[in-house]
C-alpha cells in the first residue's frame, strides 16, 4: 500500500513539472511573438520611410522572403544542433 501511495506522489510531481515547462514555453513564446510584432513595426516603419508609398509593396514582398529564408535557416540549424545533443 505504501508504494502505490509513492506512485501516485511521484507522478503528481511528474505532472506538476510538465505543466510547469508547458507553462514556461507558453508564456516564452508569447514573449517572442510581442517582440517579433515589435520588430515588424520598426522595419515597416523604416520601409516606409525610405521608400515612397508606391514602391513600398514589392520592398514589402521582398522583406518578407529574405527574412523567411533567414528565418527558415535559423530553425534548420537550431533543430539540428538540438538534435545532435540528444544522440
Not at 509593396?57 to 544542433?81: C, D, G, H, N, Q
Amino acid at each position: 500500500m505504501k508504494k502505490y501511495w509513492e506512485k501516485i506522489r511521484d507522478e503528481q510531481r511528474n505532472v506538476r513539472m510538465a505543466v510547469r515547462e508547458k507553462m514556461l514555453a507558453s508564456i516564452t513564446a508569447a514573449f517572442g511573438l510581442i517582440v517579433g510584432l515589435a520588430w515588424n513595426d520598426a522595419v515597416r516603419g523604416a520601409i516606409e520611410s525610405f521608400f515612397p508609398p508606391g514602391e513600398g509593396i514589392l520592398l514589402k514582398f521582398v522583406y518578407a522572403i529574405i527574412v523567411t529564408i533567414i528565418v527558415a535557416a535559423f530553425i534548420y540549424y537550431v533543430s539540428k544542433w538540438f538534435s545532435t545533443e540528444d544522440k
